[in-house]
């Protein structure tokens, strides 16, 4: 089902945003997905590896939306602003609930904001869960249940005209 969204995603970018579009960058190889998860020692999810595979985020140079105020960002990005957000654990995150490793952020809108795909999901929630990391307050709101479920709900935006970029 992954691949049908992205496919869909893929052709509705093309058709409707060509600049945007034309400066996604080609995905990413199953070693360097590989690598990401023994640097951290986590296992992404399918769709993450699969949405990944397809582009690895946009141009760093651009700081175009995809949604919503948030830039897809690339997997070496994601790499250095999870090492950076993990090293503040027990330092700067005094409160163990601030950042947690299991979050994997993959859109990040500038500021020190990103929508983190929740691999743990600790405290009665679900585990591939994608919630909003505020960097300035506490509030980790759930914004599905699954990267597959955003993914959907994406999609189904771009189709029916409601895609909110700001």
Known sequence: MVEGLIRRMDHWLATNRRDYFA????GVTDD???AFESQFSL???HSFRRLFQWRNGHD???SESLV???MFSRLEDISRQKELL???IGSDFDDPKWWRRSWVPFLENGAGDHLCVDLA????SFPGQIIMFYHDTERRPVRALSLEAWLADLVTSMENETLQLA
């Open 121 to 124: 999901a600790e405290n009665d």
């Open 43 to 45: 296992k992404l999810p």
């Open 32 to 34: 360097q997905l590989n």
């Open 60 to 62: 760093q140079l651009r």
């Open 86 to 88: 993990d090293g503040m």
């Open 68 to 70: 919503q105020n948030l």
């Open 23 to 26: 400066h996604l960058l080609p």
